[in-house]
């Protein structure tokens, strides 16, 4: 059996392994009979598949469950795509969830453990209070959470991965902006997104399959200015305080395109949004060149406007 490793895979490829179904559907073909259209992924990627010629009553596999396929990669639209000849549910012994679920680097304990040494550390009493709170009460979700259904860090204990490495960027940043407040600014970057957990419907496979009807009608920018002063009234915290991060969540992507209904207007809150808006671009170039070859262009990164990447054919660095 094959690790499939879908984003490396081209037409004509014939694959027999392992793969999550992201999405799945039956759908009625225009000659009247039923197939299955689904999304199925590992970690590399995802690839739309076909199943044709599927029987009325057929057991259709769940939403994110292993299935064990045979099948070939055809184009379609300029698209590669999957034609699955043969599927059932995978064996226990036939699974490596590694090979399934795209996860961030490094274990999601120590991230969380990160995010709370720096709440602690803050010199600001009240924005120390209010970031180890908001870490606390979100502690057994974000060990999973994904930052998003698709584009950046939309991986396994994604929204960690994420925060820290805004987190570390600030610290890096801070002596070289000296008239930064460190306390509100780290306070900014550790709640900022913290309610994507309310945004989006995931589980402990940390795959976010859709946004929940509260992320649909609010977003989790509206959510996160919310819950910062629901949490800072239970603790409280002066209303300059609690003013400041809401502020600072609901401004952090600057414009009202993107869903921030003010421009950040003070620096800590400039700094974050370019933290967050960095760190989501490096992800999504990073991700797109791992499967570029150098020398080569990239695939339409739809994180990126549409962009075509350029992986520089440079020796590696010693």
């Given at each position: ?183 509100l600014l780290l306070c900014g970057v550790i709640a900022h997104d913290l309610c994507k957990i309310d945004e989006l419907s995931a589980g402990e496979l940390g795959i976010a399959s859709e946004y929940t009807k509260e992320g649909n009608l609010l977003g989790h920018i509206v959510q996160g200015v919310a819950h910062v002063r629901e ?88």
């Open positions: 059996m094959q690790k499939i490793n879908l984003a490396y895979r081209r037409k004509d490829d014939a694959i027999d392994g392992v793969l999550l179904v992201k999405t799945v559907d039956v759908r009625k073909s225009s000659n009247g009979g039923l197939y299955l259209d689904m999304t199925v992924m590992d970690a590399t990627g995802e690839m739309n598949a076909k199943c044709w010629n599927w029987q009325e009553n057929a057991a259709v596999p769940a939403v994110n469950a292993p299935v064990r396929v045979k099948a070939l990669i055809t184009e379609f639209n300029g698209k590669l795509q999957m034609r699955v000849d043969r599927i059932r549910a995978a064996r226990e012994e036939e699974i490596e969830w590694s090979d399934l679920v795209p996860t961030a680097p490094r274990a999601p304990q120590e991230m969380y453990d990160e995010l709370v040494a720096c709440a602690r550390s803050l010199g600001n009493p009240e924005l120390s209070r209010l970031a180890v709170a908001l870490l606390v009460e979100k502690k057994e979700q974000l060990l999973y959470w994904p930052a998003a259904v698709s584009f950046h860090h939309a991986e396994r204990s994604g929204l960690l991965h994420h925060t820290t490495t805004m987190l570390r960027a600030a610290q890096a940043l801070l002596p070289i902006y000296p008239y930064l407040n460190r306390s949490v800072g009234a239970q603790l409280g915290l002066s209303q300059e305080v609690l003013l400041l991060v809401e502020h600072m969540i609901l401004s952090h992507h600057e414009i009202p395109e993107y869903g921030s209904p003010k421009p950040p207007l003070f620096p800590e809150a400039q700094m974050l949004h370019l933290l967050d808006m960095m760190d989501a671009r490096m992800f999504a170039m990073h991700e797109a060149l791992l499967i570029t070859p150098k020398g080569a262009f990239s695939d339409r990164v739809r994180a990126l406007e549409g962009r075509k990447l350029y992986h520089p054919n440079l020796p590696e660095e010693e």
